[in-house]
């Protein structure tokens, strides 16, 4: 696993060896030596974290500060003051930097600071984080969010279940458990791209019923950050198409937007209530 990475900015050649010499070993560093060459490297590699110094040629480093804070794609990147202008230092809080040290500094500060800083930059990014499952049917991908998930299997043989819409007729044992199964594409009116043998199963679990949704393909659980989702009070239109009420949010990702959705919208709850009912018929008529 890569380390996390720092760009070391000073116009100091003593400090920027005496910086490197501590963090080494812990981060992989970077360097630059005055606030124009910060700035670039900023932008190109994309640190985990800028140490950076105030007075310094060219370009100062509340000048690099604030472009870093009004650029939305380093805006998240904390930064860490490096100066012994305490009073300058501390105005630079009020303008998006993480924290300050002042200089001189011991390593253990310097290692300490550094940490704390990213840790704390790190729970902030996760704050309104959504851990998802993308999911496809036929032509159309969206997410559901993970905590609705029980598991996810390979789609198993199924036995007919007498009663219920189109897109309820059938239902598995998992575990000596009885689970309707919910074909999503009926019930959203596409075609499945994958034969029955190839689909997956997602469990899920809504006010005490688990239920099988029938899907195409499943990836692996992924988190997002908040900055990637467009909740639904964001979202521009009045209705967002027929499932609409169980619209979460827009996730962004690889320049598409998908939507979030509760799965539990893909069943009336009326209909929720009857399917422990509609099992025990299904299996005492199987008995009879």
């Known amino acids: 696993m890569s380390l996390p990475s720092l760009l070391l900015v000073d116009d100091s050649d003593a400090i920027l060896a005496l910086e490197r010499a501590i963090l080494s070993g812990h981060y992989t560093i970077h360097t630059a030596s005055n606030g124009r060459e910060a700035l670039e490297k900023v932008g190109r590699l994309r640190p985990a974290a800028v140490l950076l110094d105030l007075s310094m040629p060219e370009m100062d480093g509340d000048e690099v500060l604030q472009r870093m804070k009004a650029d939305p794609a380093t805006a998240d990147i904390p930064v860490i003051i490096i100066s012994s202008e305490k009073s300058r230092a501390e105005a630079c809080l009020g303008l998006g930097a993480e924290t300050f040290l002042a200089k001189p500094f011991r390593a253990d500060e310097l290692l300490q600071t550094v940490g704390e800083a990213m840790t704390s930059a790190w729970q902030r990014a996760r704050t309104g984080s959504l851990l998802v499952l993308r999911v496809t049917v036929g032509e159309l991908e969206f997410a559901i969010p993970l905590d609705a998930v029980r598991e996810v299997l390979l789609h198993p043989a199924t036995r007919p ?101 509760d799965p539990r919208v893909f069943i009336a709850r009326g209909l929720l209530r009857e399917l422990p009912a509609m099992l025990e018929a299904a299996e005492a008529g199987r008995n009879a």
């Open 161 to 261: 279940l007498p009663t219920g819409p189109a897109y309820l007729r059938e239902y598995v044992e998992v575990r000596g458990a009885a689970l309707c199964v919910l074909d999503v594409a009926r019930r959203l009116g596409v075609e499945h791209k994958l034969t029955r043998v190839e689909r997956m199963l997602v469990v899920i679990e809504a006010e005490g019923v688990s239920l099988a949704l029938a899907v195409d393909t499943v990836k692996d659980p992924e988190e997002y950050a908040a900055a990637d989702i467009d909740r639904r009070e964001r979202v521009g239109g009045a209705d967002h198409g027929p499932l609409r009420e169980g619209l979460i949010g827009m996730l962004r990702s690889g320049g598409r937007s998908l939507p979030i959705l």
